[in-house]
Structure formats: structure tokens, C-alpha cells
């Protein structure tokens, strides 16, 4: 059981540079969901879904794309990188139903020079 | 809409001293409260739970209360070690299919 896995760990990317950072887990939950960290502000909603073909945006969606195909996968996909994009991103899941603890993944660092 | 505020660090205490972080809540209903830690260079893992007004979440000598009347879910440690240094974040959800609402942080220094 892997548990919440991230790829790539590391990034670095040119200013309108596209990309996608995967995020894959194996504990067949139905929530998952994608926050930045950056320094001070603690973490910030991305998007999220709660079950395989819906989506909804979070606190800070711009820039950012998702779909959930299958259960198991919720890529984030960069359109168009900025500076503003550099950050630590991490991607987290967890079931529907119980009490709610979230599983999360070990990050991605994301550099947009 | 729902938030979460914790006491601003950082927070730096020798080796066994008693640690206590603040946490108080705003929401409607009646949330599960959390608290989660992390380490230098790692993910986020849950470090212990509440579900429900006066339940004590315990975990690795932390524990937390959840006081409903207070709105208040602070963290305390009655011994800390120099392996507790790590940030931890407060947070609160209303079911598993509604985001996490977390608090800024606070980072913990233990000095030996």
C-alpha cells in the first residue's frame, strides 16, 4: 500500500511552460484534492474532487487545470507557468464517509523562473 | 465561511519543556478537528483527531481537546524532545466530502 505518491518531487520550469504534476493513490478514496505552501501562508486550496468526472475549484484556482478520470488519479496541470506559480504542491485523499482525516502525498517543488 | 486561527510563531522551547499551541475555530454545526504535523522536507501527517465536542484526540504524548464552548482545539505536549521540531497545522472539516479548512501554522523549534 503506497499510500498518496507525487511525481515529479522536483521542477523546474521557464516562465509559459506547460506541465502536469501527478498525484495517484491507492486506497480507492473518493476525495482527493491539490494545495500550494508557500512560506507564511500556510496551504491554500487548489481544487478538488469528490469521485471519479467531478471537479471544484478551491480557494486559488487560476492558472491551474484538473480532471479526474479514474479513482485513483488527480493530475494538476500548469497551462501556461508563471513565477507566481513557484511553490510546494501537495496532493491529498481521503474517503466520503468516516471522519475525515486527509492522506497527503510528499510534495512537489515547483520552481517557474 | 469556516476558519481556522492558531497562535503565530515561531515557537522555541528547550528539551522537556510543556508545550501548548492555540487553536480556535469558527464554523456552523459541528466539525471534526485536527491536527497535523509537518517535518522538515515532508508531507503533512495527521497527529491526532477529534470528532465531537469534549473528545480528547491523543497521540505521541499530544494531546488536544475539542471544546465546543470555547471554540478552542489547542495542542499541548507535556514533554517535548528536539524530534517534535516540525510545523503543525490546525484544521477542521464538516464531512469527507468537503475541503480541509486549515490554520496558517506554527513552527516549533525544540533546543536541546
Known amino acids: 500500500n503506497a499510500g498518496v505518491t507525487q511525481t515529479p518531487k522536483f521542477q523546474v520550469l521557464k516562465t509559459g511552460q506547460s506541465m502536469t504534476l501527478q498525484c495517484a493513490q491507492d486506497m480507492n478514496h473518493e476525495y482527493m484534492s491539490w494545495y500550494r505552501q508557500d512560506p507564511g501562508m500556510g496551504l491554500r486550496l487548489i481544487h478538488y474532487?469528490?469521485?471519479?468526472?467531478?471537479?471544484d475549484q478551491g480557494e486559488v484556482p487560476n492558472g491551474y487545470n484538473v480532471s479526474r478520470s479514474t479513482t485513483e488519479d488527480f493530475p494538476l496541470r500548469l497551462l501556461s507557468a508563471a513565477p507566481s506559480q513557484t511553490s510546494v504542491y501537495f496532493c491529498?485523499?481521503?474517503?466520503?464517509?468516516?471522519?475525515?482525516?486527509?492522506?497527503f502525498g510528499p510534495g512537489t517543488r515547483l520552481t517557474v523562473t | 465561511g469556516d476558519s481556522v486561527t492558531q497562535m503565530e510563531g515561531p515557537v522555541t522551547l528547550s528539551e522537556e519543556a510543556f508545550l501548548t499551541i492555540n487553536c480556535t475555530y469558527t464554523?456552523?454545526?459541528?466539525?471534526?478537528l485536527f491536527w497535523y504535523v509537518q517535518y522538515p522536507g515532508e508531507g503533512l501527517q495527521l497527529l491526532l483527531k477529534?470528532?465531537?465536542?469534549?473528545d480528547k484526540g491523543s497521540n505521541k504524548g499530544f494531546e488536544a481537546t475539542y471544546r465546543k464552548e470555547t471554540t478552542s482545539f489547542h495542542l499541548e505536549k507535556g514533554s517535548v524532545q528536539v524530534s517534535d521540531s516540525a510545523v503543525y497545522f490546525c484544521?477542521?472539516?464538516?464531512?469527507?466530502?468537503?475541503?480541509?479548512?486549515f490554520g496558517k501554522g506554527t513552527r516549533l523549534s525544540v533546543i536541546a
Open positions: 491529498a485523499s481521503s474517503y466520503s464517509g468516516g471522519t475525515g482525516e486527509q492522506y
Open positions: 484544521a477542521l472539516r464538516h464531512s469527507g466530502n468537503t475541503p480541509l479548512v
Open positions: 464554523a456552523t454545526g459541528y466539525p471534526s
Open positions: 477529534a470528532t465531537k465536542a469534549d
Open positions: 474532487s469528490v469521485g471519479a468526472g467531478i471537479t
